[in-house]
Each structure stands twice: as structure tokens, then as C-alpha cells.
Nanobody, 121 residues
Framework: QVQLVESGGGLVQPGGSLRLSCAAS????????MGWYRQAPGLQRELVAA???????NYADSVKGRFTISRDNAKNTVYLQMNSLKPEDTAVYYC???????????????WGQGTLVTVSS
């Protein structure tokens, strides 16, 4: 009912930048919260950054000052601008969104398929 499609991952050198995008589509009435998570090999998935419909944000301590999350409510799209990338930022990045569906107003919690970010020289 709700699909999230991520784009923008790839290989970048340490100190470089990447911008991830995630577009939500489907039977969406309203999106409350959109976020980015990441999972490195052998580690648990962790929250990177999240943004609510009113614009409030929160970030993992490890990315504060380097990453910026933003959203375009008209396009149901969330972005993650990643600057000063470090090798430890290497992971699969997943988009997440929650909200309500049209007609039923039921709650949804959806995930994207993930996009790989590799930071290496």
C-alpha cells in the first residue's frame, strides 16, 4: 500500500559528500515521520536521522554537524545530505516512514529496500 524508493547511494572517498533521496508513494493520507536508518555488516540497524511533519529533527550523535535531513511534504520525499563522510559511515541506508492511509486512516510503517553507501579511498 505504501512504497518507499531510495536513491543516491554509491562509492565516495573520505571527506566527500552524497545526497540520498527517498520518495513515498501509494495510498498515503498523511506522513507523520520520515527517517533514515543504517546497518553496517555485523551490526544492528541504527537511527541516523528523522524528521517530523512539523519539521523537528533528531540525529545520531555520530552524524551531528555532518548530515542534514530535510523533507518535501508536497512530494512525500525525504533527503539526507551527508557531508564529511567517514569510512565508518559505510552501511546500507534504509528509508522509513510512518503515517496514515487514505480511506481507512489506518497507521502504516514502511521501509525502503536500502541503498549502499561505501566510503573508501
Amino acid at each position: 500500500q505504501v512504497q518507499l524508493v531510495e536513491s543516491g547511494g554509491g562509492l565516495v572517498q573520505p571527506g566527500g559528500s552524497l545526497r540520498l533521496s527517498c520518495a513515498a508513494s501509494g495510498s498515503i493520507f498523511s506522513i507523520y515521520r520520515m527517517g533514515w536508518y543504517r546497518q553496517a555488516p555485523g551490526l544492528q540497524r541504527e537511527l541516523v536521522a528523522a524528521i517530523r511533519s512539523g519539521g523537528s529533527t533528531n540525529y545520531a550523535d555520530s552524524v551531528k554537524g555532518r548530515f542534514t535531513i530535510s523533507r518535501d511534504n508536497a512530494k512525500n520525499t525525504v533527503y539526507l545530505q551527508m557531508n564529511s563522510l567517514k569510512p565508518e559511515d559505510t552501511a546500507v541506508y534504509y528509508c522509513n516512514a510512518d503515517g496514515s492511509l487514505v480511506a481507512s486512516q489506518k497507521f502504516f510503517d514502511a521501509w525502503g529496500q536500502g541503498t549502499l553507501v561505501t566510503v573508501s579511498s
